[in-house]
């Protein structure tokens, strides 16, 4: 059958005490908690496949860990780190499709009607053909996307001292984020920025921000105000020293994007994705910038 | 298998498109968003099986209605209410089982990596004997909860002009409630009461809040507030004023809860469950308008 052999190219499903399984077969029971209430946690990384068609997973140890924190923050027992290794092995085994592809660590707290104990899957999917380099004089113009501005309802430290509004958990009820992408391509945009209602930005639906302001690449701050620690920005913000950039966590006034010199959505499957225009209002572009910004991410 | 034939007596699974099938059997593929991203909707009645085994659904109607509303905020295309109700039907059909049970519809947006249309599934929970019905005189009981305030980090009008945010949408992103209840049980208690930054009582982790004060029944108004509207409350509402009582939507300050002649969560399967202390505070009991409210929500 074209179409399941076409599925098993794009998709690979590999579910614990299972294996991999074919991705078109159901995994969860109707009264898993990570179904009927969100109740789980997830993490999602950067898959690149070389010319040899060996694939390898960027950085599955910071997504192990970040993961490993979300499911502690939910209070699931998540499975030992060996057993997650295992199960991507398994899955990256059935895996030689050329170019980038995305894997999606996924844990839910399990079946509500019987102890199961969590659901733990993964699942690999193609993202598409080897993204370009940008290299020095290159004039093929990076990832770009149009982005407004949308407000998270929320003042900038609504998560202090409450854990269980689930700040800083990847938590599998993303409802609002796919609303919010929902609103802002009603808007005519690709994606969009939530903004505090004290006026801070803060990040994007599926992905973090990043600004070049002053000579300086600003991220926001976690802890109180609920944002993930991205794994890629922190790589960012880690090597930008040694490629002649300062590199902070600060919050930045919704204002300030507009005299930036580049603004970002960062996630670990796209990398660095440049914001062209902001509330249909063009930001700046700053090439230099921009070139380094992707060579920190690896892209 | 026992455990089988347990599990078939207190549990029903039927998904759209495949009527009835084992409870333990997995219904949704890796994919699906309703998994992956809690981008789907529910909704939970009362099933009531009377003495000679027939089981029925308490208002149906006014949930398949919500279920409506709340799959067009999301613009999910959820099947005809005829499909939804021939589905009910299925799973009623092998049910008689003595008691009370809950009735949940499931519409999840369906498969990300291939067009399927929305999932669809009902599912019916046992929960227990027949609830004793509480008349004049009678010393029994009536359900009681203890409570903590938390704060849900929004001002009261958060929803106000940002239909992303899903105010009034029943979505399977519900990791914060489920949070929440963690929470309380962590200070001691049964459930939460969720508090906004500017100082009201907003609702219940799973429950709407009923509040009677100044001789009126009071629930948390719709709209700005993002409170989900409450088929049960708003039947309280409606039938109050034939039963000597006024009820209308208002705003209640949290320090009123600690005067009130009585504080209810309501919940179409429980019905209104009375707090007896909030924050360790007793509450009042007015056990005149405790059994009014019973009746009035018609248990």
Known sequence: MTAATDNERTHVVAVLGRGVIDADLPVVTADDLGLTRGDGCFDSARVVTDPTGSAHVVDLDGHLTRLACSAAALA???PPREDWQALVAEALACWSTPGEGTLKLVLTRGREWQSSGPTALVTLTHRGPERPTVAPGDSRPAPSITAVTLSSGLPADAFAGAPWLLGGV????YAVNVAAVREARGRGADDAIFVTTDGYALEGTTSALLVARDGALLATPTGDTGILESVTVTSILSRAPG???????????????FRAQGVWLVSSSRGPVQVTTLDGIALAHDGE???????LAGF
Chains 1, 2 share one sequence.
């Open 76 to 78: 699931i027992a998540s």
């Open 170 to 173: 990847k938590t599998l009820a």
């Open 243 to 257: 490629h002649g950039l300062t590199g902070r966590h600060e919050l930045v006034p919704v204002a300030d994007l």
């Open 289 to 295: 910038t921009a070139e380094r910004v992707l060579r």
